[in-house]
Structures are given as C-alpha cells and as structure tokens.
C-alpha cells in the first residue's frame, strides 16, 4: 500500500476547476516533485491534503485512511506536516516558541518537556539549535525559512509537504537548502515538493507529477519527464 494516496480529488472554486480529478500515489520514503505552471493547481492541492481547503470530491488517504473531510489540525495529528509558500512564522516570540506551537498541536501532541524537546529536535535538524531563544523577527530570510521547516518537523509528519521553500534562496543558500532537504529524505520522511526550480527538481525528484489546468498531464521519471512534449508544452504556455 502506498503512504498516500491521492485519488480523483477535486477541488472547484465557482465555474473554476482548480484541481480536476487527480491521481497519484506517493511511496513511504520517496521524494516527489509536484510540477506544473502558474495556475495549475499544485498549491491548490497542496491546500487539499494540508486540509486547509476542502475537497469538492475525491478522496486523498494516509496509510490506506481517509483524510476527506477532516480539518488540517486533524491531518497534522494523522501526519501530514506543510510549509506555506510565504513564510508563517510569528516574528514576536523566540524560535523555540515559534516550533514548540506545532510540537503540541502536531501528530504526538507533546506537552511541557515533551514539546520543548521535539521543538530543539527539528531546530537542530535545521541546523537554528544555537539561536532556540532569538526573536524570530530578527532572522535573516534563509533562516526564517529554515524556521518554517522547523515548525513543519516539530510535528512529526510521515508526509511533508513542501510549497517552494526553496524560492528565493541566493545560490549559497540554495545549495544548502537542496542538502538539507536530501538529508531530511534520507532519514526516512517521505516528501511532495513543489518546485519551480529545476536544478533542485533535477539534483532531490527521481520522480515527479505535473499539472497543467488542474489535471495531472504526468506521472513519470524525472529525466523523462523534463523531456515529455507535453510537460514543455504545458510551460510555454500551449
Ligand atoms: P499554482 O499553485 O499551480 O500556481 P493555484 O493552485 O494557486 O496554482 O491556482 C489554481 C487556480 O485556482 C488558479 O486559476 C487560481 O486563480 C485559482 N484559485 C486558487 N485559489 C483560489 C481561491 N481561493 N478562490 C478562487 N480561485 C482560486
């Protein structure tokens, strides 16, 4: 059985079908890339297995269970753990705080200690643990978005979802950014990430899906796929 499973979802807003019967599956430990112009739909589906939006229709599953119609707070504690495509963090508390927050509303619900050490863990992870009581306004923008995976980690997900969280990053940074998230998947995180940056796609996705209009237009190797007359067609724009 696959770790998730996403199964016709759809997602329409008025006349307008963001997301139009989308299938695919994602393997317990695999790195997906998740392609696609602007407009196609790939935060749109982000948003839908998040629970941040609800489904019109279609089912998405964790571990063979269904996520349709639970709230996000609900898919956190089942596993699923996201980035936002504009950083959220909440400049006026200390990083520990910032990652704490999703350490006690994440899938362990960890409190007092508990959560205090969960939160070091994923800053850590992210390489912040020797700034756990700065102001999180004060850090730079490589280092907020280090804080947004973080807050991501702290919750323990099976499933990460990442939505550009490698845009904007200088070539420095990027290169450490790409590093990280490779570290992040040989650990065992299995990980959908949406990404405009092909390099990156190119160096972490052996395999990648991409939309175009709200429907998936490929399933396949990456290699392939950055080839597939139908995937360039869908970036020039038909
Ligand atoms: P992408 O992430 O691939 O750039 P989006 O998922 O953001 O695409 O958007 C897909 C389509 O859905 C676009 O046409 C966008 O304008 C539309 N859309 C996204 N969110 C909403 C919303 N909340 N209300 C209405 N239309 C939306």
Known sequence: MSLLTIDKATKKFGGLTAVDGVSFSLEQGEIL???GPN?????????????????????????GVSLAGKRADQIAHAGVAR???????????????????????????????????TAMTALSRVGLAN???ANAG????????RLELARA?????????????????NPTELAQGIALIRELSQSGLTILMVEHIM??????????????????????AT????????????????
């Open 83 to 117: 980035t936002f495509q504009l950083v959220r963090i909440l400049p006026s508390l200390s990083l520990m705080e910032n990652v704490m927050i999703t350490a006690v509303f994440g899938a362990k619900s960890h409190w007092g200690q508990a959560a205090k050490d």
């Open 153 to 169: 980690l702290a919750a323990e997900p099976e499933v990460l979802l990442l939505d550009e969280w490698l845009a904007g990053l």
């Open 199 to 220: 390099e990156a796609v190119r160096a972490l996705c052996p395999r990648v899906v991409v939309m175009n209009s709200g429907s998936l237009i490929a399933d396949e």
């Open 138 to 145: 004060s850090l730079t923008y490589i280092d907020q978005k």
């Open 39 to 63: 407009g196609s739909g790939k935060t749109t589906l982000i948003n839908l297995i998040s629970g941040a939006l609800p489904m019109t229709s279609g089912d998405i599953r964790l571990n």
């Open 131 to 133: 700034r756990a009581t």
């Open 223 to 238: 290699q392939s796929a950055l080839n597939d007359p139908r995937v360039i067609a869908a970036y020039l724009g038909d």
């Open 33 to 35: 890339g998740l392609l």
